[in-house]
């Protein structure tokens, strides 16, 4: 995510059009992962944190947090960092 940031600095939509895009594709590769379900699946989400169903679960997420955090801050510049600055 932080080099697709740097590669894109000056293309706003095209960073948050990564991060969608990277998001659906760790999302879909989940799903096939766990058949949808969190105890049945080739490699269930619940039964190991490091398993590769959960980081990509986890990743998917991370994702779409970061893409609308990205919008919300740089983009429309709707929040300004309140209260984490001081004069």
């Known amino acids: 995510a932080g080099k697709i940031i740097l590669l894109y600095r000056k293309q706003p939509y ?3 059009k990564r991060f969608v895009v990277w998001a659906v594709l760790l999302g879909i590769l989940s799903a096939i992962l766990t058949k949808c379900s969190r105890d049945e699946g080739f490699i269930p989400v619940n ?3 490091w398993s590769l169903s959960f980081v990509t679960t ?5 994702f779409l947090v970061l893409g609308v955090m990205f919008y919300v801050i740089d ?3 709707w929040w300004g960092g309140q209260p984490f600055i001081f004069p």
């Open 14 to 16: 095209s960073i948050l």
């Open 47 to 49: 039964k190991n944190l």
């Open 58 to 62: 986890m990743s998917c997420f991370s």
């Open 75 to 77: 983009v429309k510049h």
